[in-house]
Each structure stands twice: as C-alpha cells, then as structure tokens.
C-alpha cells in the first residue's frame, strides 16, 4: 500500500510504501514519554520504501531497555515524530501511523509492551466521549459515563 504524510506544520513529507498487516501499538514507557500519549501506532516500511520528500527531520537516539539503541526522527519546526529506526544501517523504518494521510486504513495488528499499558486503555469506551472539542467550562467538569463509541457520538 502506498501512503504519504508529513508533519503537523508541512515542513516534512513523505512517501513510503507499507504492508498494513504490519501496523501495531507500542505500549512501551519510552512510546508512552516520546508520543506525549498512552501508546504510539506505527507501520513499517522497508528502509527502499521510504523517501523524504521535503524537510530534513531533527535526529535523537534512545536507549531502549534493552540496550538498543534506536533513532527518532522528528521535524525540527513542529516536533511533529515521523518515523525510528535501528541505529546503522536499519533494514526498515516505523512510520509514526498518524503522520499518514492514509492513516484510517492502517489498522493495528499486534501490540506490544503491553505490560506497560496504562490500565484505563482497555476501556475507552467507558470515558465520556464527544465529536469535537466541548466548550473550554464543560471540560473542567467532572465527567459523566457515556457509553457511546466517538464515532457515534453528537455531543453533550
């Protein structure tokens, strides 16, 4: 499958060429730090498969539990994580899924570290859910149980 992306501010893009049965969830704590979130979604793509098309991404190397040693690469404007890859010369990157324009097909397959997902993240569906943004107030509420999955949801 053929996908492009980019960072949030334009200044990276890229095209690649993935397998979406190689999409996953990392639920690792350095994912969880490095994302800003609870997990960072990620698709594979042969190191070939990748191109940079614009930009040149700001480069840091992590040392993952292991020992490993693993490049980030971020835009240098935005901070937008497109893809990590192996120190050297890695056979593949792990394209951040939601730099992809295409990224409502890359369905994960797999997650990994779950040892380290936040316990909430199995229930999703018991967190007040809304389409958009409430109004600044009604975020500082306490939150009522909504049981309705997003993308049925209207508001409230």
Not at 48 to 62: H, M
């Amino acid at each position: 499958m053929k996908i492009g992306g980019g960072c949030h501010c334009g200044y990276i893009t890229y095209e690649a060429k993935v397998d979406p049965e190689r999409v996953g969830i990392c639920h690792c704590t350095d994912c969880q730090t490095l994302s800003g979130s609870a997990f960072r979604t990620f698709v594979f793509a042969p190191k070939d498969e990748f191109k940079l098309l614009a930009g040149k991404p700001k480069l840091y190397v992590k040392t993952a539990e292991s020992g490993a040693k693993r490049l980030q690469a971020f835009c240098p404007e935005c901070g937008t994580p497109i893809y990590s890859a192996a120190v050297g010369n890695s056979p593949f990157f792990s394209i951040r899924a939601g730099t992809a324009h295409q990224r409502a097909k890359l369905v994960p397959k797999i997650q990994i570290w779950c040892r380290s997902a936040l316990g909430w993240i199995t229930n999703m569906n018991s967190i007040e859910q809304f389409a958009e943004q409430p109004p600044l107030p009604r975020l500082q509420e306490p939150h009522k149980v909504d049981h309705r999955d997003c993308r049925g949801v209207t508001g409230s």
